[in-house]
């Protein structure tokens, strides 16, 4: 059952708008949903007129806690120990992309604004404005621990300190610098205190993130994905860091509090937008993409591939995507080697804010709930997460919603601008008193660096058990016992308050932490066991002697304890410290532990420990797989990072001789590993007929992840292999790999020779005798004009026109012939070109990193137009015929259309009408990340025009709007341009009526 809360829009955004907000909790066949304790009833706040609800658990109400005009547009929240609620603001939110004159502007620079509920009746009563900082930059996460404030907002970790208590800043301190993402949603996000005394935080993929701690050491990270904002225009993957390895895309990160030992704590995300830790260590990550079907939310492991770009970060997983694979199980690169298991998948979207609720104050049931903000959903989904071997289950609730469920299938021809679309969850923080407050960014559109409110509105509501109105505690933090009922506290940060004061005094405080042991709550016990590991040699015993604990996550905790006071070496090939040594003989005894997850972790704790060291511990590790488990697998193929021929050297002895009987558990051992040594036993695998077919893809997936020459040799020959499967498996993977790890091992050109088509053949032909000064200009126009008719012949013209290679009159001359060109790519580009100033939608740059600016505003469809078009009544029926005659070729819908732009079958959960109307009609103002359109001209005049996946130092890979992807060696590129208007053409050009709009919009948003 559900309860719902009317509550009223503060003022009109819309002539037919007012907020419907919503929270409620859905069950999927797979999830564990929270039972609620009374039949459903409803309540009402009377902040106006016209009033609408929220729905969530029906043991639980909700408050408006706060609105604007208090703040404005806030994007991260966090709670102090006196149960203020701090804000920081984006007002200032791309101002390059949303240009409006009536939007709200800061001119001094963005806000940290601090709300109190001072007479403690559930409403924030009091706002003041800690600082106004021009450095602030549409910062997006801030962590107050203690009086020290410290924001997230790249290139910055920004730390304030209030030494006096005024609420003001004293000082301000640069923690860390170097990261990219400027005024990007795919930046700096919020620091979170974990429960072993550091900091935790993320960062998406805008880099490069060039980063160096107090120590001096320096994370370098990178991928091939620019674009988002006018400053990130330069990246690029394989950057090494100072430990030697490649970190690439989004990153978890963790850091001292004193600025020190910076580490990587997984990568390879998209937007990862926040991290939460539970009071055992776990990490807790969701992540986003423009793809509707691709978010997720997961379980980190430490180390852990999250599998976005390819491990180098020179491709996306369009490049990488094989025959046959889903857009999930490509897009996350789950049938890769190395890369962690996805999680829970949960469709469109656009998550930020996550936190785990640890208190009780709310109901023991809703103990350690994962609370993951989806902005683009219009809800806060809800996970029990469940130890399942050595990784998690994470059943999902819709636990907070704008809709009564979620994915139900609305009228939406009936509804002109729902507005229910407009709750926009940027955050979810549990608050000194054990309430959860969620902030409300509130908007028409999320993603694609727009915003539609111009007045900068925002929300906080507070969550609070039915009938309760809990109060802040307070705490005398002078003496032992309030430190202690501070590391208790239900929100996270307020928690170090207690942890730091508590671990300054050692060993003496040790009898009384340890009587939190005995405390109902395992969370609080898992606290203590962290703090102990800080509490000196005691308290250290006392913490190994928890590894023999009855609860495996108690003996998960004791270890993670000891190793976070473990120091390691930061440095490549370094070998190990003192006090790891200690540990060895520890993680010996736990490597035979009867628990998966415990042996997981004893993993995870020997990456970068030498295999002598280590032998016997990985060995026992691999007797404990049960060919399974994938989270398993995963840990030890991290264990295994840089000692893979060591240990198959030592597993192959007891390997049957025939690799066709291999039985599933060592074939994934193998596919994990993928040793060098291995390449002619894995291709028996591949050859033998007595074999699944799945198992032979299995093992020539194994062979395409080895980088030598002797497995591209094998796998050239079996491009001649008589089983025609086999072959054109081979095929595929010598035809991909050659452009990237594999490019420098073969001859390639003497190998596989690439082919150009007869046509392109004649197309260069006539290129020459445009570049030849000796020709006349009535030739040059005949020639030109026949080119301008075809395909192939029009997309050399535009790669001439864009490197400045025709004369004026030329371009007048086939300006009508080629914008009729019958392949509408060429179409598409031409106008950049080739069309009357007047027409031309942006100005094109020049040059190797040149790129065009982004379209005028004035050319928009304007906002009355498109509601216009949704006063229509659409027919999906004909909106589907629409959608094949002019989307499929690009857009997957169902099982209609193809795999090139984003996939469009859950659509209806990210937009209402009116936003995708708007994406439609004007497809440039908002290009989905990723998607930005590409032009790529050889040295030779062939032109390749689509979206860029790879980008590497041996190759290009470019693909058009067909889905044909063209590999293009780095050394032939002659020039290359991104433009920032879409491959998709807008409705004028394609032909469309406005009533079939509406119909392919009704389409569209049918579930």
């Not at 390879?268 to 997720?296: H, I, K, P």
């Not at 298991?341 to 785990?356: C, F, K, L, N, Y």
């Not at 028996?684 to 002797?710: H, Y």
Request: hydrophobic content about 35%; aromatic content about 8%; charged content about 25%.
């Amino acid at each position: 059952m559900r309860t719902t809360l009317s509550i009223t829009a503060p003022f009109a955004f819309t002539t037919a708008a007012l907020l419907l907000l919503a929270m409620q909790a859905f069950q999927p066949k797979t999830t564990r949903s929270v039972a609620p304790a009374e039949p459903q009833r409803q309540y009402s706040i009377a902040l106006g007129s016209d009033s609408t609800r929220l729905y969530l658990p029906d043991d639980l109400e909700a408050a408006l806690w706060a609105e604007a005009p208090m703040f404005f547009n806030p994007t991260n929240i966090d709670v102090d120990a006196r149960g203020r609620v701090w804000v920081t603001e984006a007002v200032n939110y791309r101002k390059f992309n949303n240009k409006a004159e009536t939007r709200l502007n800061h001119p001094e620079g963005e806000r940290i604004v601090i709300l109190e509920d001072t007479n403690g009746d559930g409403q924030a009563d009091e706002r003041k404005i800690f600082v106004t900082d021009p450095d602030l930059v549409s910062p997006l996460g801030i962590a107050v621990i203690g009086n020290k404030v410290i924001v997230s907002c790249s290139p910055n970790l920004v730390v304030y300190t209030d030494d006096n208590g005024d609420d003001k800043p004293d000082r301000k301190e640069v923690m860390l610098t170097g990261f990219g993402g400027l005024d990007h949603d795919h930046s700096l996000h919020a620091l979170v205190a974990g429960p072993d005394g550091k900091y935790y935080f993320n960062t998406g993929n805008a880099g490069p993130h060039v980063v160096t701690d107090k120590d001096g050491w320096t994370l370098r990270s990178g991928s091939l994905y620019v674009g988002g904002t006018p400053y990130n225009t330069v990246n690029h993957g394989k950057q090494v860091s100072d430990d030697g390895r490649v970190w690439v895309g989004g990153l978890a990160l963790r850091i001292n509090p004193d600025g020190s030992g910076l580490k990587v704590m997984g990568h390879n995300f998209r937007n990862n937008y926040e991290t939460a830790l539970d009071s055992y260590g776990n990490m807790w990550q969701n992540d986003n993409d423009d793809q509707v079907v691709a978010c997720r939310t997961s379980w980190l492991m430490e180390g852990g591939n999250a599998g976005y770009f390819s491990s180098d970060g020179t491709r996306y997983w369009q490049a990488d995507q094989r025959p046959g694979q889903t857009i999930p199980t490509a897009h996350w690169h789950q049938d890769d080697p190395g890369v962690m298991p996805v999680g829970d998948m949960t469709g469109a979207g656009s998550p930020t804010g996550v936190v785990v609720y640890e208190g009780d104050e709310l109901g023991i049931q809703y103990r350690g709930m994962l609370l993951s903000a989806e902005a683009g959903r219009n809800v806060i989904f809800g996970y029990k997460p469940e130890l399942w071997g050595a990784g998690y289950r994470m059943p999902r609730t819709d636990f907070i919603s704008t809709f009564p469920q979620v994915d139900e299938n609305y009228k939406w021809d009936k509804i002109e601008n729902d507005a229910r679309k407009w709750f926009r969850p940027s955050d979810v923080a549990v608050g000194a008193d054990g309430a959860l407050y969620i902030a409300d960014w509130y908007d028409p559109v999320v993603g694609g660096h727009q915003m539609k409110d111009g007045k900068g509105y925002g929300r906080i509501y507070r969550i609070t058990r039915r009938g309760q109105n809990p109060r802040v505690p307070r705490l005398d933090l002078r003496t032992v016992q309030g430190q202690i009922e501070a590391l208790k506290n239900p929100a996270v940060n307020v928690r170090m308050l207690g942890f730091d004061l508590l671990r300054q005094q050692g060993e003496k405080v040790l009898e009384p932490v340890k009587a939190v042991l005995s405390s109902p709550n395992p969370y609080h016990r898992a606290r203590a066991i962290f703090l102990m590991a800080h509490l000196g040699a005691e308290g250290q015993f006392e913490v190994e002697r928890l590894l023999k604990a009855g609860d495996a996550m108690m003996r998960i905790t004791a270890l993670r304890a000891l190793r976070s006071i473990t120091p390691e070496n930061s440095k490549a090939n370094s070998g190990l410290t003192d006090s790891q040594k200690a540990l060895m003989p520890l993680l010996g005894n736990l490597s035979i532990d009867p628990n998966a997850a415990v042996r997981r972790e004893v993993a995870i704790a020997l990456r970068d420990v030498p295999y002598a060291d280590c032998r016997n511990m990985l060995l026992n590790l691999v007797k404990g797989y049960d060919g399974q488990d994938r989270y398993y697998l995963t840990a030890l193929g991290i264990a295994a990072d840089g000692k893979e021929e060591s240990l198959f050297a030592d597993l192959r002895p007891a390997l049957p001789a025939d690799p066709a009987e291999w039985d599933q558990r060592t074939a994934n051992l193998i596919w994990e590993l993928h040793p060098k040594t291995a390449v002619d036993l894995v291709k028996k695998r591949v050859e033998a007929p007595s074999l699944t077919a799945d198992a032979r893809q299995q093992a020539m997936t194994t062979l395409g992840f080895i980088n030598t020459p002797a497995a591209a040799n094998v796998m050239v020959e079996l491009t001649r292999s008589a089983d025609k499967n086999v072959a054109a498996q081979a095929q595929y993977w010598t035809g991909f790999r050659r452009g990237n790890d594999w490019a420098t091992l073969l001859n390639w050109d003497e190998v596989m020779p690439m082919k150009v088509s007869s046509a392109e053949q004649q197309m260069l032909a006539k290129r020459q005798i445009l570049l030849d000064e000796y020709k006349s200009d009535t030739e040059k126009r005949r020639v030109a004009l026949d080119m301008a008719r075809t395909p192939e012949g029009g997309q050399i013209l535009v790669g001439l026109a864009a490197d400045k290679k025709l004369p004026d009159n030329l371009l007048r001359a086939v300006g009508p012939t080629i914008l009729k060109n019958p392949d509408q790519s060429v179409r598409t580009m031409a106008k950049e070109y080739f069309a009357p100033q007047s027409e031309k939608l942006s100005e094109t740059g020049t040059g190797e990193s040149g790129s065009s600016a982004s379209a005028k505003a004035s050319e928009a469809v304007s906002s009355p137009e498109i509601a216009q078009i949704a006063m229509l009544t659409g027919n999906g029926t004909n909106g589907l015929g629409v959608f094949k005659a002019n989307c499929a070729t690009c857009h997957r819908h169902g099982r209609e259309g193809n795999d090139v732009g984003p996939e469009l079958t859950q659509i209806h959960q990210k937009f209402d009408k009116n936003a995708l109307l708007d994406a439609i009609i004007n497809p440039s103002a908002g290009i989905a990340f990723g998607y930005e359109p590409w032009l790529i001209t050889t040295k030779k005049g062939q032109t390749f025009y689509g979206f860029l996946v790879s980008d590497g130092d041996q190759s290009v890979i470019v693909k058009g709007v067909t889905g044909q992807k063209h590999t293009i060696p780095t050394k032939d590129v002659f020039s290359r341009r991104q433009y920032k208007t879409s491959l998709m053409p807008t409705p004028d050009a394609m032909g469309l009526t406005k009533q079939q709009l509406a119909d392919l919009t009704a389409f569209l948003l049918k579930q």
